[in-house]
């Protein structure tokens, strides 16, 4: 039993690892808190002309129903301009779009920001649309960098 418990702890510490590692979501440190670094992304994407769907709080939600989580909060986004054209070619690719940039604060008290490689949109519906998916792969790295405070 006690081997089969620490064979558990083993995978769920290489679990994430593996998922960072796999680059189907971007995963960037924030030195702000999530609320700021959410805040400084929305400020960015509104002087894009980005149009910003929802702010989901699941850490509220979750202490709603008497569940602790760390600050968690999701941010949804998009432009039709290059979201549109990816939805014509396969209507599937609605399911993922808009983008989704997630924040959250680890158990350390380290912030994550993170979001889904378009190259992967690109592949889990068979996209052929090169052209927008590096203007969104460039457009969502810049975007994040610069709300992050980098150069």
Do not use: C
Request: aromatic letters at 6%; charged letters at 20%; zero cysteines.
């Amino acid at each position: 039993m006690i081997k089969a418990i620490q064979t558990l702890v083993v995978l769920f510490i290489l679990i994430p690892s593996f998922a960072q590692a796999s680059g189907e979501h971007t995963v960037k440190q924030s030195r702000y808190s999530v609320g700021e670094t959410l805040d400084r992304l929305e400020r960015v994407l509104k002087e894009k002309g980005v149009t910003i769907f929802s702010r989901i709080y699941h850490s509220a939600g979750a202490k709603k129903v008497n569940i602790p989580m760390r600050p968690t909060q999701l941010l949804i986004f998009g432009n039709p301009k290059v979201g549109s054209p990816l939805i014509n070619e396969n209507p599937l690719v609605a399911l993922d779009l808009p983008m989704k940039v997630l924040v959250w604060q680890d158990e350390k008290g380290k912030t994550w920001l993170a979001y889904l490689n378009p190259s992967k949109l690109q592949q889990r519906h068979k996209l052929q649309n090169n052209e927008f998916i590096n203007k969104m792969t460039k457009a969502l790295n810049a975007l994040t960098n610069r709300a992050l405070g980098h150069k």
